[in-house]
């Protein structure tokens, strides 16, 4: 019912791995599915589905998920994508001008 989009400097492969290593840890989702381009992460909280392609120097990250959008599963998906670098240098993560 969600959907974010989000680009960045990683690789597809590398935006999975994050996804594996970070969403069952946050959100509690197993990778239910999986290609070299996109994975499916489903648990109690929903299902959650990502697809990254390549484009130039950029990787464009497409997110969607079965919830509404106040729901905490799409909460998490975006704290994810804004974890994910946007150039090369950046860390990723909270802005300087977000609360801690």
Same mark, same amino acid.
């Not at 935006?15 to 990778?31: F, M, V």
């Given at each position: 019912?969600? /959907? #974010?989009?989000?680009? @960045?400097?990683? %690789?597809?492969?590398?935006?999975?791995?994050?996804?594996?290593?970070?969403?069952?840890?946050?959100? /509690?989702?197993? =990778?239910?599915?999986? %290609?070299? &381009?996109? *994975?499916? !992460?489903?648990?109690?909280? +929903?299902?959650?589905?990502?697809? *990254?392609?390549? &484009?130039?120097? #950029? @990787?464009?990250?497409?997110?969607?998920? $079965?919830?509404?959008? @106040?729901?905490?599963? $799409? #909460?998490?998906?975006?704290? !994810?994508?804004?974890?994910?670098? #946007?150039?090369? /240098? $950046?860390? +990723? /993560? =909270? +802005? %300087? +001008?977000?609360?801690?």
């Amino acid at each position: 019912m969600a /959907g #974010y989009q989000r680009k @960045t400097v990683l %690789s597809p492969a590398d935006i999975l791995a994050k996804a594996q290593e970070l969403l069952p840890e946050w959100i /509690g989702l197993t =990778r239910t599915k999986s %290609s070299s &381009h996109s *994975a499916t !992460f489903t648990g109690e909280e +929903g299902t959650v589905t990502l697809a *990254a392609h390549r &484009h130039g120097p #950029y @990787t464009e990250v497409l997110a969607s998920s $079965d919830r509404l959008r @106040t729901s905490r599963l $799409d #909460y998490e998906i975006q704290k !994810f994508l804004a974890e994910l670098p #946007y150039e090369h /240098g $950046d860390a +990723g /993560g =909270r +802005g %300087s +001008g977000d609360p801690s």
